[in-house]
């Protein structure tokens, strides 16, 4: 029987591989309706996207860089959706 392994898709920048290693480990989601990035605010996942950046940087990254990298995405994005209607419109 032939098998095919699934290839993962080559990852040409450090933020694109730290957005990476945030979605394996859980740490972000994407919005289902729009795209955008959104913090799920877990503890434990973001601990261990920060283990798997220093453990595993990408070649000629160091632990380091690659920490700070994971950083960077996560102060770069929020917890909502900002073109998803937000609690406070359902009142009005």
Known sequence: MLM???R???I???RGW???VLQEAGAIRECEEHGWMQDR???HARERA???AR???PADVSPQAAEAAVRDVLDSIGDTCPECP???EDWR
């Open 4 to 6: 095919t392994i699934e």
């Open 55 to 57: 453990l595993h940087p």
């Open 50 to 52: 920060f283990d798997i």
């Open 18 to 20: 730290a957005i990476d």
């Open 8 to 10: 993962r898709p080559a």
């Open 12 to 14: 040409r920048t450090l």
């Open 41 to 43: 605010a877990d503890p």
């Open 86 to 88: 937000s609690d406070e």
